[in-house]
Nanobody, 122 residues
């Protein structure tokens, strides 16, 4: 079992930035960020491989969001820039013991955090 804990959510204005963090209690391989708003299904946002530099992004955030990890601290980050109202959602950290080939589907991830809310105000 892997415990994940997100932090860093909040309310911001359009165009602002936020950085989300997710701390794992042990090393995992593929880690990713998903988001869900009341009107939409859970959407994969970004993922990063356990080893090596590979990162993956949904088209909707490419060029604005950056996923990274500090392997020594078992911590995952999501730097979100130029935030827009459509980015408003609960953001979840997720992980599984395997190799990333893309952001993937939520069903591929075994471990989930409790979520942190992000609200982008117009």
């Amino acid at each position: 079992q892997v415990q994940l804990a997100e932090s860093g959510g909040g309310s911001v204005q359009v165009g602002d930035s936020l950085r989300l963090s997710c701390t794992a209690d042990k090393f995992t391989w593929c880690m990713g960020w998903f988001r869900q708003s009341p009107e939409k299904e859970r959407e994969g946002v970004a993922a990063i491989a356990g080893t090596g530099p590979s990162t993956y992004y949904a088209d909707s955030v490419k060029g604005r969001f950056v996923v990274s990890r500090d392997r020594a601290k078992n911590t995952l980050y999501l730097q979100m820039n130029n935030l827009q109202p459509d980015d408003t959602a609960i953001y979840y950290c997720a992980a599984f013991r395997g190799n990333c080939n893309g952001v993937g589907r939520s069903s591929e991830y075994s471990y989930w955090g409790q979520g942190t809310p992000v609200t982008v105000l117009e």
